[in-house]
């Protein structure tokens, strides 16, 4: 049969360069924890906290504040806020045009005749390519 869990502990804090100053303390007698813990708040009081945690009652804990409270109540300068005027300009309407693009022409192999009709919303665009042989076309880039 075993024994019931059993400890103690306790430590504390004392860093009078950063302010950290705290301590806790706590045991266990089988299913019982009772236990501290303090420490100073920003306001320099100090808060301590008394608990006691087993199955029947779960955890419950007692706050307590002491020591001096001070609170800094920030002064409030006024501070001179310029008046700025909405600036509203007029923007002229630009009526909403449609380019219609039309694809490039297709080139068919030298020698050849090729007749593309494109129709665009309202614009109808026909593209007749002719494509003279190599033979022609050497004696034209020449020029």
């Known amino acids: ?6 400890y103690t502990f306790n ?3 004392n860093d009078q360069y950063t ?14 924890v009772k236990g501290q813990y303090s ?12 608990y006691t945690a087993d199955p029947v009652h779960g955890f419950n804990a007692i706050v307590s504040k002491s020591g001096p409270g001070v609170h800094h109540t920030p002064v409030a300068k006024p501070i001179a ?5 909405p600036v509203i300009s007029q923007v002229a309407a630009v009526p909403a045009t449609h380019i219609g693009y039309a694809p490039a022409p297709i ?33 034209d880039s020449a020029i």
């Open 19 to 32: 302010g950290d100053v705290k301590q806790q303390s706590e045991q266990r007698e089988g299913d019982v």
């Open 81 to 85: 806020v310029p008046v700025v005027k």
């Open 107 to 139: 080139v068919a192999p030298a020698g050849k005749f090729y007749n593309a009709s494109i129709t665009s919303q309202s614009r109808s665009l026909s593209y007749d390519t002719s494509i003279a042989s190599s033979k022609e076309s050497s004696t």
């Open 39 to 50: 420490l100073v708040e920003p306001d320099g009081s100090i808060r301590t906290v008394d």
């Open 11 to 13: 430590y504390g804090v």
């Open 1 to 6: 049969m075993q024994s019931p869990p059993r």
